[in-house]
Structures are given as C-alpha cells and as structure tokens.
C-alpha cells in the first residue's frame, strides 16, 4: 500500500520518523532551564504551511480548515461538482430519450383516451424507465465516488500548503475512483440492512390491517432497535475508507481495515464531529430554503367563471416555471456544499487521527518544506 504523503500506513501508534510512542512531532520537547528549550518557556507553535497547523486538531480546527479549503481552492471543488452535475444532466437526458424513443408508440397509446389500459402497453414502459433509473443511480454513484476522491486531493494540496491544479486533481481522483467507488459500495451493503428492515416492517403494518391477519411486526420491530445502532457502529468504524483508498491507494478491503484501526479507540469523537458537520449542512440547509420558499409565487390555482381547467392550467405556467426554477436553484446550491464539505471533514479527521497516532505531523513538514 503506498502513502501519497511517503509514510508507510502501519507505523505503531505515535511512531513517526524519529519519535517515541506518543510523541508528537517533536513540539514542546527538550525544554529545560533557560528559555527555549527551560523550563517556562512556551513550546514554539506547531508549523502551518496550509489550512491547518501540523499537530492535532479540536473541533474547531477542523470544521475551520475544511471551510478555509472551500474558500481557497473554491475553483478545483466546486468546479469539480459542478462538472460532473452537468455531465450527470446530460447522461440522463440522453437515457430519458432513448427510453422514451424506444417505448414511444406504447406511451402514446397509455395517454390515449380512446385506449383502454393494457399490460401489453405498460410493461415495456415499466421496463425502459426502470433500466433508466438504474442507469442514472449507477452514474451518480460513480460520480458521487469521484467527488468524494478529489475532494481528498484537494484537501491534501491544502494541508501541505500547495496549490491544486484542476488538471492533476482530476488525473489523481480519477485514477482512485474504483476503490472509492468499492469503499462506496461495501459501506451501501451495511446501510440497506436497516432499510430493508425498515421496508419490510412498513409492508408487515400494510398487510397486518389489510388482511386482518397477524404479521411479524413486533419481531422486525426488535430487530431494527438491534441492527440500527450496530449499524451505525459499523458505517463510523468505516468512515475514513475513501480518504484511505485515495491517499494510501488502497483497495476497497484495505481501505475499511485501515479506516477501522484508525476509528478505534477514537469512535465517539469521530461520530460526534462527523454528527455535527451534518447539522451545520442542515441549518446551510435551511437558510437557504426559507428564503427562496419565501420569495416563491403562489401556485394555488385561481378559477374565475367561464374557464376551464386548461385555461387555469395554461395561466399558472409561468409560476410554475419560478418555483421550479428557484428550487433547483435551492437543491445545486446546498448539493454543491454538502457534496464538498462533509468530505473535507471526513478527510481532516482521517488526517487528525494520523497525526495523533502515527506522527504524521512530522511527515506533513518535510514534504511542505521540500515544496517550498
């Protein structure tokens, strides 16, 4: 497995190059009688060649260094998203299209009055969209696998201090997507365990008061309280496998276990941080949905004597056209941001949890110095 910052991966806790077992970088070391290096004397701050200091990070650190990225190197990350939303677009577009030309004359024939409903006619149309949709939730997985990864590159040319240059973000994301994508996809596995439960106990209530028969709520019910919190266990023991994958190139497998050695011992303070950058999404969420709900025209249609359900339909077209223009507006606004920042936290913990273990503070300096 290679270290994208030259340190091997599986030093022993708190080993950096030429430390002890718990020593830092060597700040506040060495200090005896007679100013630096006496006692009294104040340890030297920690270097900062980029967005965070060279030592171990509180909260504040880190939620700040993953907005002073977002402010400096605001061109390759939210280019970055940007550019694959658009490709996204198109992607679907194109699959609409195709889909609708395929099964055309059997959707003209559903919207037909005239027709009565027939299988014969729904099935391919059931059929096209389906293979659509599936189409385009594999294009935002690999997508979203892409972003995640060159928000990890990026964040590594800030730490060091470095510019990040659109063309080598994009060569380095790129060529770390499939292990992202794998990290993705295992960590999707243990998420659809309590959603499936969750399914199946909706259903278990549906056909309970249908059929007034008994069905085995109660125990999907247990089940759930049992799997959600181990679960969630799981996916936090798991959250640093695509900083993983992208800075130590590991593959999917190792990505997890690395992810889970660094997790442990530090699972709470992972969670609570990971638990509150999704409440600052929520509250950017939110301050800018209400403004943008506010300024929206009312949809409420108005009849007057004499028209028909047409004519008002016709009359509430350009209002229409504002609400959704102002709510896609809304969505690639806060997609934007969240697609960025929460990756940025992730890494930055990833990054924390290396200083604090394995001295990668020390790491960190010579490699911005030799840039310098």
């Not at 920690?46 to 939620?63: H, W």
């Not at 959707?107 to 729904?122: G, M, N, Y």
């Not at 960590?187 to 439960?197: N, R, W």
Request: hydrophobic residues 50%; glycine residues 12%.
């Amino acid at each position: 497995m290679t270290d994208m910052w030259g340190q091997g991966p599986d030093q022993g806790p708190g080993q950096g190059p030429g430390q002890g077992p718990g020593q830092g970088p060597g700040y506040g070391q060495g200090y005896g009688p007679g100013g630096y290096g006496g006692w009294g004397a104040w340890p030297p701050p920690p270097p900062q060649p980029g967005v965070i200091p060279l030592a171990p990070l509180g909260v504040d650190r880190i939620l700040g260094g993953a907005f002073t990225t977002m402010r400096r190197h605001a061109k390759p990350l939210f280019g970055t998203v940007l550019i694959v939303y658009a490709v996204l677009a198109v992607l679907m577009a194109g699959a609409l299209a195709l889909g609708y030309a395929a099964v055309s004359d059997d959707v003209r024939a559903l919207l037909d009055r005239d027709t009565e409903f027939a299988w014969s006619h729904a099935r391919p149309v059931f059929v096209a969209f389906g293979v659509v949709w599936a189409f385009g939730m594999v294009a935002l997985t690999v997508g979203s696998a892409f972003i995640q990864s060159a928000c990890t590159v990026v964040l590594r040319e800030a730490v060091l201090g470095r510019p990040a240059r659109f063309g080598a973000v994009w060569r380095r994301a790129w060529s770390r997507t499939p292990s992202v994508l794998g990290v993705g996809l295992l960590m999707g596995l243990i998420a659809l365990i309590p959603a499936g439960l969750s399914v199946a106990f909706l259903v278990s209530i549906v056909v309970m008061l249908l059929t007034q028969s008994v069905a085995p709520v109660g125990l999907l019910f247990l089940l759930m309280v049992v799997t959600v919190p181990l679960v969630v266990w799981v996916y936090v023991l798991f959250l640093f496998g695509p900083a993983a994958a992208t800075l130590e190139e590991a593959g999917p497998i190792q990505a997890l276990r690395r992810s889970a050695r660094l997790v442990r011992g530090a699972w709470w303070r992972t969670f609570g941080i990971s638990l509150l950058a999704g409440v600052i999404m929520m509250v950017v969420s939110i301050a800018v949905r209400v403004p943008l709900q506010i300024a929206m025209p009312s949809t409420t249609p108005q009849y007057e004597p004499g028209q028909s359900a047409s004519d008002v339909f016709e009359a509430m077209l350009p209002k229409l056209g504002v609400v959704m223009a102002l709510s896609m507006v809304g969505n690639l606004l806060v997609q934007l941001v969240s697609s960025v920042f929460l990756p940025l936290v992730t890494t930055l913990l990833y990054v924390d949890q290396r200083i604090r273990r394995e001295g990668l503070a020390h790491t960190l300096e010579l490699a911005s110095r030799s840039d310098a």
